[in-house]
Structures are given as C-alpha cells and as structure tokens.
T-cell receptor
C-alpha cells in the first residue's frame, strides 16, 4: 500500500543549483499539492493541481515550478536554490469533493532540503 | 481569506492528564474542519474531521466538535498517553487550498 511516495528523503544543495523533488501517488487522486513546513510557520501551500495539465499557485509559489503531465505524478522543481528554501517539503493528495474542495489529504513522508 | 489560529505550545502533560488544544478559525462559507497529527520524523496523518456544524469527529480517544457559533474546533482527550506525543495541526478546507494552523507540540511524560 504505497499511498504518496516522495523522493529523495534528504538533499543538500548549494546556492544556485537546481533540483526536482518527486511525488507519486497510487490512489488515483485528482488533487495533488506541495507544502513546505518551517519551524513556527506551520504548513504553507506552494502549488497545487486539480488534475492532469492543471496547476495553480498557493501561498508561497516564488522560486518553485510544477507540472502535472499524469494523474500519478506531481514533481516540484527548484530552478535556482536559495538558502531561504531550506525546509521540509510535503506532497499531499486527495479526491475532489462535490463542494468544490477536497477530502482529507494524504501526505508523503517528507523531503528535507538544505541549501547552503 | 481563511485562517486558523491554534494555541501555541509546547504543551507538556503527565500521562493520564486531560488534554485540550484550542483551535479557532475564520472562513467564508461552510468549510470542513480537520485535525492532523505528525509523529516525529513522519508526515501528517488525519486524526479526525467534521464536515458541518455540530458534527463531532472522534478517533483514538480524541474528540472535536464543529462549533459554528464560536468558530471553534477544539481538540480534547480525556487521558493522554506517552504515545500521543506529537505535533497537532488544526486545518480547514477552502476551495482547493487547505489552511493549517501553526501546530501545537504535545509532550506526554510518564
């Protein structure tokens, strides 16, 4: 029962490097999202997608790109990493509810990123 | 916009003590409300939820009631255990953007 799978679990980057955090889900969820978790800040939404080919910005999208070519995958790209992007990143997925929102989120185990 | 305010921790309790973590919210419309729990080194997982006013969510001895008149969704447990030590997040749905509180860290000591 895989659920939501994130890779890598840990990554260290130098300022200016690029990388992609991978997220895959096997629950056929239409909705997928990326959050970052910082001490004292809770979780903040970076980007989300309500289906293949559809993405939108969340609260803190700057410095991140996403795409959704399949229902299963939702990668998060950092084009030029900055120390301010040091954080723990969580991918989450859900079904779309009939009320124009989602059901409860299913989270991956997180990816801890350090930018030096 | 939507917002969630929950009591800041950390909260330290002795085993078998009563737990309350306060959560209040601001939202338009009729959001669903959630409590998520994060154990050390893990992702968040749903603890309980309520989808309409006066609903009570419950799971693993935890309870929370959706109070529209006070815009609250306080988490309670009658007798905490060491295994309940974790960070607890209150959250609400708003369209496709789930809004989280900042989290409350609970430590339960034997």
């Amino acid at each position: 029962n895989a659920g939501v799978t994130q890779t890598p679990k840990f990554q260290v980057l130098k300022t200016g490097q690029s990388m992609t955090l991978q997220c895959a889900q096997d629950m056929n969820h239409e909705y997928m999202s990326w959050y970052r978790q910082d001490p004292g800040m809770g979780l903040r939404l970076i980007h989300y997608s309500v289906g293949a080919g559809i993405t939108d910005q969340g609260e803190v999208p700057n410095g991140y790109n996403v795409s959704r070519s399949t229902t299963e995958d939702f990668p998060l790209r950092l084009l030029s990493a900055a120390p301010s992007q040091t954080s723990v990143y969580f991918c989450a997925s859900s079904w779309k509810s009939g009320r124009g929102g989602t059901g409860e989120l299913f989270f991956g185990e997180g990816s801890r990123l350090t930018v030096l | 916009g939507n917002s969630v305010t929950q009591m800041e921790g950390p909260v330290t309790l002795s085993e078998e003590a009563f737990l309350t973590i306060n959560c209040t919210y601001t939202a338009t419309g009729y959001p669903s409300l959630f409590w998520y729990v994060q154990y050390p080194g893990e992702g968040l997982q749903l603890l309980l939820k309520a989808t309409k006013a006066d609903d009570k969510g419950s799971n693993k001895g935890f309870e929370a009631t959706y109070r529209k008149e006070t815009t609250s969704f306080h988490l309670e447990k009658g007798s905490v255990q060491v295994s309940d030590s974790a960070v607890y997040f209150c959250a609400l749905t708003g369209s496709y953007q789930l809004t989280f509180g900042k989290g409350t860290k609970l430590s339960v000591i034997p």
